[in-house]
């Protein structure tokens, strides 16, 4: 006797054994589900490349927000570079001593900036002369 007698009760032993049984499923069951057979693997892959195929066909779209977004930083991008072109004219025109760093930190993004142009500027000229031939 003591506190092991609330072990003996057949109704406690009755819930402990169910409630084993019910974990034991729930693992079993989330293990199954963890295995895909080849049915399954092969409709999981086409509702994928479903899906893929649906991105894909709205973002190459010239008017998705993708586009759009690309097409406003390529923008910012050119005004920003035009805009300190025309600071380090007129800092020269004037003989400010700051047209020299400004200079200089044109020379460093002088390349990115050439990239954005032929990217998303030249392609698209590309893609139109294509288009009207």
């Known amino acids: 006797m003591g506190w092991l007698d609330i072990f003996a009760s057949e109704k406690i032993q009755t819930k402990a054994v169910d409630f084993v049984e019910d974990v034991t499923k729930g693992v079993g069951t989330w293990i199954d589900e963890l295995n895909f057979t080849i049915e399954e693997k092969s409709k999981s892959d086409m509702e994928l490349l479903a899906f893929r195929l649906d991105v894909l066909r709205k973002t190459a779209n010239e008017s998705s ?46 390349t990115s900036f050439l990239a954005i142009i032929s990217f998303y500027f030249v392609t698209n000229l590309v893609d139109k002369v294509k288009n009207k031939a």
Do not use: D, E, M, T
């Open 65 to 110: 927000a993708r586009a759009i977004s690309r097409r406003y930083l390529a923008w910012a991008v050119v005004l920003v570079f035009l805009f300190l072109v025309l600071l380090v004219v007129f800092g020269y025109i004037v003989g400010a001593s700051w047209a020299v760093s400004v200079l200089n930190v044109l020379k460093l993004i002088y």
